[in-house]
């Protein structure tokens, strides 16, 4: 073996993952795993971890990433209830347990630097499936500056710009299903003259059923839960939030130091949250990249819990909640309502969680009361999306800016149907 | 004439080395793109249209500026050369000159001008 396969096979491993299940937590997993690093895009990638069950509906998805993965590529399954259905070829190596996951992963690796594993086949055509073709006997003529559709695919028109009327070309394209900033499953379709969003829409529907948040909340709907459990969970919930921006500005030990409070976070623990949100805004890079924007109208979050108390609004349901009352609780709010306002809210709020949970003791919170999630009231195990809100606000936004801004939402979509919810809504089998 | 012909035998030499030792690790190893792999990266959705459009920059604004204090630039030349024999007479008319010319600085500036779109 060459000396530059060895050094390649000690290399930390670069590794995509597809949440099919619909939750960010494997993602946070792997973040957390000294020999692996989670990459953007699948080109950067070796492995591609496949989190869940891969439904008909995202197959072709996935295919797509898999081929987009340069040689050698390999896969992973994790927590796949149906085994490795559908990589058969492939020969996907399968995580059991969390604490196996890296060295799976890492093996997987080695083996294919080394040869010793073969490279993951292709599932898509090696040439294009549809050859460039015009309107003319010969292939030629058509709209556009090239005329025809070349590869199957037509050129941009022209489109007014919103800002001055311009007659420009715009670009018009979908995002999604897996983009590692984006919730899994959204697809959202765009318009972009230049940078800037000249319309957009989210396939999401505008209630969605919680499946991104911890089963602590679902249960506090339906039976007494300890006050001490909802608020830690709280907590680490809003750090992972602000892990999940901090990766995006490319603060990646910011981001790791939130992700390891988030994991760390006990009840009585808030001045460590305190002390690291002082620490982060007294980065410069923090303030200038979150600073001023997409400044959130109060009407327009209002329900929407951390976003509207960013912005202003003090709306808390546990202000009404007796299990509350006796801790003094008080909502705290900010003014601005930008990303900076956002994020700080969030941590505010994760160290105000862990203050009442250390001073909660035994009390235990009565389901009869609206139930205040880490995203707002919940209602039924759903809650308000922020659909309406990302296509009304996003319009006029700059690409970076927009980027940012969605990310400091924390919305959850849950547009991805669990293997289980399609089986029994289509009657598939599970052969 | 040797001069010449040195440099081109050593371009040729380069010329032909690289190109072989492209074209021999190309042979032992060709790498193989699928289809897919050719598209952008949009997280599993296929582009509708291509991208080739136009972008306009926008840098009317500071192209304005740019010329202004260009011609301020070509006024100052000339009275560089002639300031040490003038005195503090040419001195003073050009800080007039230069005061004119900030009020529009300052205009551009508050009319958002300098800022980056």
């Given at each position: 073996m060459s000396f530059s396969k060895r050094m390649a096979a000690g290399a930390i491993v670069p590794v995509f993952c597809l949440p099919c299940d619909g939750k960010r937590h494997v993602i946070r997993i792997l973040r957390r795993l000294e020999g692996v690093r989670v990459v953007?895009?699948?080109?950067?990638?070796t492995v591609l971890v496949v989190a869940g069950d891969v439904i008909p509906q995202m197959a072709q998805a996935v295919r797509r990433l898999h081929d987009q993965l340069t040689e050698p590529r390999g896969i992973v399954c994790w927590n796949c209830k149906r085994g490795a259905d559908g990589f058969n070829e492939a020969a996907p190596a399968i995580i059991h347990e969390e604490k196996s996951a890296e060295e799976v992963i890492v093996r997987m690796h080695r083996d294919l630097v080394e040869g010793r594993r073969p490279s993951s086949p292709l599932?898509?055509?090696?040439?294009?499936?549809?050859?460039?073709?015009?309107?003319?006997?010969?292939g030629q003529g058509g709209e556009?500056?090239?005329?025809?559709?070349p590869y199957g695919r037509p050129m941009p028109m022209t489109g007014g710009d919103i800002r001055d009327g311009l007659q420009l070309g715009s670009t018009s394209f979908s995002l999604g299903p897996f983009l590692t900033w984006m919730p899994p499953g959204l697809v959202i379709s765009l318009t972009l003259q230049g940078d800037v969003i000249q319309q957009i829409s989210c396939k999401a529907p505008d209630f969605s059923c919680l499946r991104d948040v911890d089963e602590v909340f679902l249960l506090a709907l339906k039976k007494p839960v300890p006050l001490a459990a909802l608020e830690t969970m709280r907590a680490r919930h809003h750090l992972r939030a602000v892990s999940d921006l901090l990766y995006l500005l490319e603060m990646d030990s910011y981001g790791f130091q939130a992700l390891e409070l988030a994991e760390t976070a006990a009840a009585g623990q808030s001045e460590k949250i305190l002390q690291f949100a002082r620490k982060l805004h007294r980065t410069g890079l923090y303030l200038w990249t979150t600073g001023g924007i997409g400044n959130l109208p109060p009407a327009a979050v209002a329900g929407l819990g951390p976003l509207a108390r960013a912005a202003g609004l003090k709306e808390d349901a546990r202000q009404t909640d007796p299990a509350y009352g006796s801790l003094n609780f008080s909502p705290l709010s900010q003014e601005s309502g930008d990303v900076t306002a956002v994020c700080s809210q969030r941590m505010a709020e994760a160290a105000q969680a862990l203050d009442l949970a250390g001073r909660a003791g035994n009390r235990l919170r009565d389901p009869g009361h609206p139930l205040e999630g880490p995203r707002g009231v919940m209602i039924e195990e759903k809650s308000r999306t922020c659909k309406k809100l990302v296509e009304e606000q996003?319009?006029?936004?700059a690409w970076d800016n927009f980027v940012t801004w969605l990310v400091s939402l924390d919305i959850d979509t849950s547009v991805m149907p669990s293997a289980e919810d399609y089986e029994k809504e289509f009657r598939v089998s599970a052969d | 004439m040797e001069a010449f012909l040195s440099i081109l035998i050593v371009a040729a030499v380069v010329f032909v080395s690289s190109f072989s030792v492209a074209w021999f690790f190309r042979q032992r190893d060709p790498v193989k793109h699928p289809w897919s792999a050719t598209l952008p990266f949009l997280g599993g959705a296929i582009p509708?249209?291509?991208?080739?459009n136009q972008f306009h920059m926008r840098y009317y604004p500071m192209t304005l500026l740019f010329i202004a204090f260009e011609m301020e630039m070509m006024f100052m030349y000339p009275w560089a050369v002639v300031y040490i024999k003038e005195g503090v007479k040419a001195f003073m008319e050009m800080g007039m000159f230069l005061a004119i010319l900030s009020l529009g600085i300052l205009y551009a500036w508050r009319e958002g001008a300098l800022r980056w779109q």
């Open positions: 953007d895009t699948p080109r950067h990638a599932f898509g055509p090696m040439k294009n499936p549809v050859p460039w073709q015009g309107k003319g006997d010969h556009g500056m090239m005329g025809g559709n996003a319009v006029g936004m | 509708p249209t291509h991208a080739w």
